[in-house]
Each structure stands twice: as C-alpha cells, then as structure tokens.
C-alpha cells in the first residue's frame, strides 16, 4: 500500500508498483542549475549540442535519481514494507516507507538497492556508449559517469547516506543494539560532512588557490545536508533503545470502545479508559482524562450521550501494530504528536491505550535494570 497524501507543493509524475511519484517544486531549482552546467560544458561545440547536452543532462539525473529511489522502493516492498512515496527534490530524492520491524539484513537490503540500481544504470550506459556515434556516445558517457558518482557518493559510510545504513546495520547486527548503530553511523555522517566542508569549501583558500565560487557553496550545502541527517540519527538512537527494552505488554492499559451514540447508563464496567468511535468506526473519541473540569460520570444523568463528552484524539494518535509488534509505533506517536495518550489497534480493534505516563515510568525502569 502507498500514502495518497501527496507532499505539499509536489507534483506526481508517475506510479511504481502502486508507490506514488512526485516531483518537489525544489526539484525544477536543481534543474535549472544543471541546465546551466550542461550549457556551458557544450556550448564550445554549438548552440543545437549545448541546448540538447542541457536537456539530456536534467533528464539523465532525475533517471539516475529515481532509478536509486525506485529501487529502495522495490525492495522494500519485497521485504514487507509498506512505502508511503517517492520524491525528487533540490537535495535529490528519498523514499518514505514504514519500517516497523526492522532487522539488520532488511535494513541492509534496502539500502543497497538504491546504488546497485545505479551501477546497472551505468552499465547500460557503457553499451550505449560503444554502441553510439558522436555525440549520443558522448551523452551516454556522461550517463554513466553520473550513475557510477552517484553509487560511489551514497556508499560513502555514514548516515544520511546508504553506507551509513549499511554501518548502522553492521553495528547492528554485532552488537545487538539498533541504539549504537544510529551512534556509529551518525557520528561517521558528521566526519563526513566535516570532510565534504573541508575538502571543498576550505582547502581551496588554505593552499591559496584561486576558490570556485560554485564548489564552495555547493560543498556547504551538501555538509549541512550530511550534518543534518547524521544528527538526526544520533538524536533517534535514544527511542531505538527505548524499543528494545520496553515492551508492549508493560504499557498497555485496559480500554473499552463504544459507539459514540452510547448514553452513561449504558456504558459497561470497566475500570480502564473509555473510547468512542467516529464517523469512519475508528476509536479516536475518548472521554476527557480525570482531572480539573472534567465531569464526574456518576453525576451526569444516565440518558447523557458520550458524544457530548467526548474529544477527538489527534492525528497519529491510533496507533496500528502486527503481531508480535514492539513498542517502535508508539514510541514514534507519542514522540511526534506530543500527546499524553495513543490508542493502540491491532487489525482494527482496539487493544488498549498506552499514556506518556506509563512508558517512560516503565522505560525509566528497564534502562536502570540494564
């Protein structure tokens, strides 16, 4: 299954595998700028080679960078995943899926599609280049240079990249610990895009050459894009091992659910929460928790219905595990929405409810055991 909701201000352009497509508006900023560089590289060859040499070049990255993508996609498909979408941007592309049960080797798996799809690109590349007269020869040579710079960038070992992930899954799988895998990888992120930085941006002046303009800004903007992503891996690793140290079983507290139309006196006895049902059946309407100008059932007249009580939990707030699920959805809901109650549902039905309350008294518990 796929996400319908579309980025803001993205347009789709296609659909793989029932994942949707988007080109981000950012996307037409990249390729102006390689626009730009195809035109001057051709222009010393004419006007009709520099106009097509530009044309081909925007349309061979975003191949190059949706061919990468749409293999994370596949593969993460075959694995089990469900992927949300696909979207081109000013940075390059990226796959959103959920990756709710996790291992080692399917993380691994999936990272290394994206390149291995590149190389393949590359390689058709090479036969269209022996196989062509100038100067389409000439346009499948620079196809296959980008193909081959973008497999060998995103195997550079450190998280936002796929090396990263493959050093987050290597960790990973040595030591047991998801936690210290985001750690490494993070952390080797941040000396990469202090290497990109300095490399480009700083060695220049430091040996007193003459800088590129161009180079150093995109070396910025390429280190704060590595630092970016490799800090929020580091910032993650905390909820991964909060994941494997507590368990669903532990936070999950008793609930019952209802229609919204059910009065007071017909609620059953329960000592748990209390959800309602909303227009589409789905528990989301919960009674307000015990506390200040909260109303005391007992006291509300039988024939009061639960919809005049009732209010909506937010967005993200239903929470939807398989079997043998942990606690990684609930971690991410009750971190994302901020909220201090998610409902949990398993096929549709409601579970229980697990409050901020409880996992971080029973999180606060398990870390001081290991």
């Known amino acids: 299954m796929s996400d319908e909701n579309p980025p803001a201000g993205a347009l789709r352009v296609a659909r793989v595998a029932g994942v949707p497509v988007y080109l981000d508006r950012t996307w037409l900023l990249l390729a102006l700028f ?131 992930q493959l050093v987050d899954s290597l960790v990973w799988v040595v030591t047991g610990r998801r936690d210290r895998g985001l750690l490494v990888a993070g952390w080797t992120g941040r000396v990469l895009a202090l290497g990109v930085l300095g490399w480009f941006g700083i060695r220049p002046f430091a040996t007193g050459a003459e800088p590129d303009v161009v180079s150093v800004v995109l070396s910025v903007v390429m280190a704060w894009i590595l630092w970016s992503g490799a800090s929020a891996a580091i910032a993650r690793a905390p909820y991964e091992r909060l994941v494997t140290v507590v368990r669903l079983d532990d936070v999950l507290e008793e609930a019952v659910v209802v229609p919204a139309h059910t009065s007071v006196g017909e609620l059953p006895p329960t000592r748990g929460r209390v959800l309602a049902t909303d227009e589409q059946g789905r528990p989301t309407l919960l009674l307000p928790l ?81």
């Open 290 to 370: 015990p506390g200040p100008g909260a109303p005391e059932l007992s006291s509300l007249p039988p024939a009061t219905r639960l919809s005049s009580l009732v209010q909506r939990l937010p967005d993200g707030c239903v929470v939807e595990v398989g079997e043998g699920s942990g606690t990684a959805e609930v971690v991410r809901a009750l971190a994302v929405t901020r909220q201090p109650l998610v409902a949990v549902t398993r096929h549709g039905t409601l579970l229980g409810v697990v409050t901020a309350e409880r996992f971080n008294a029973a999180a606060e518990a398990a870390l001081r055991r290991t």
């Open 34 to 164: 390689i626009a730009w560089t195809g035109w001057s590289a051709g222009e010393g060859l004419g006007t009709g080679v520099a106009i097509a040499y530009a044309a081909w070049l925007v349309v061979g990255i975003l191949l190059a960078v949706l061919g990468h993508e749409v293999a994370h996609a596949l593969t993460a498909r075959l694995l089990g995943y469900r992927v949300h979408r696909i979207v081109a941007t000013l940075w390059g592309g990226h796959t959103s899926f959920d990756g709710t049960g996790s291992t080692p080797g399917r993380s691994a798996a999936v990272a290394v599609a994206g390149p291995l799809a590149n190389l393949l690109l590359a390689a058709l590349g090479w036969v269209a280049y022996v196989g062509l007269p100038w100067p389409a020869s000439e346009f499948a040579w620079s196809f296959l240079f980008l193909n081959l710079l973008l497999a060998a960038f995103n195997l550079l070992p450190g998280l936002p990249l796929d090396g990263g």
